[in-house]
């Protein structure tokens, strides 16, 4: 199993991109009122990628030996992948004006950068 690591690894790494570029691309046609944003493709294939992008993640932990709530890294990136849904599902979905939404945004982009870092480090920084 160890062999799949660099494979699953690089998958991981492509729909985490897909999830962010994804994201992006929906919140800039969000703020345009783009008709875009009510094609059925544009309302599944978010579910599509983030449910991939969370199996990918899954098998990694498995195959590293490592599980969220047993090794702290873990945990804080999980914590700082929720704090991104959320940020990112306020950009998105409140009844709110443009310029809390582009903050909403830039937190979540900034929480999934958190997240990036956590995982490159192995290393917990806020719950440490």
């Not at 897909?18 to 691309?25: A, R």
């Not at 009510?38 to 978010?46: L, Q, S």
């Not at 599980?67 to 945990?75: E, G």
């Not at 909403?104 to 995982?119: F, P, Q, S």
Request: glycine fraction near 4%.
């Amino acid at each position: 199993m160890d062999s799949l690591y660099p494979a699953i690894k690089h998958i991981h790494l492509t729909f985490i991109a897909l999830s962010v570029l994804f994201f992006i691309v929906r919140f800039a046609l969000h703020l345009k009122q783009s008709p875009i944003m009510d094609k059925k493709f544009v309302k599944v294939a978010p579910h599509v990628i983030d449910t991939l992008l969370v199996l990918s993640g899954l098998t990694l932990c498995f195959i590293i030996k490592q599980y969220p709530f047993q090794d702290v890294w873990l945990t804080e990136k999980i914590g700082a992948l929720l704090a991104y849904i959320f940020l990112a599902t306020i950009a998105l979905k409140a009844n709110r004006n443009k310029l809390f939404k582009i903050f909403a945004a830039l937190g979540a982009i900034a929480w999934i950068v958190y997240a990036g870092k956590v995982a490159m480090l192995k290393q917990a920084i806020i719950l440490s």
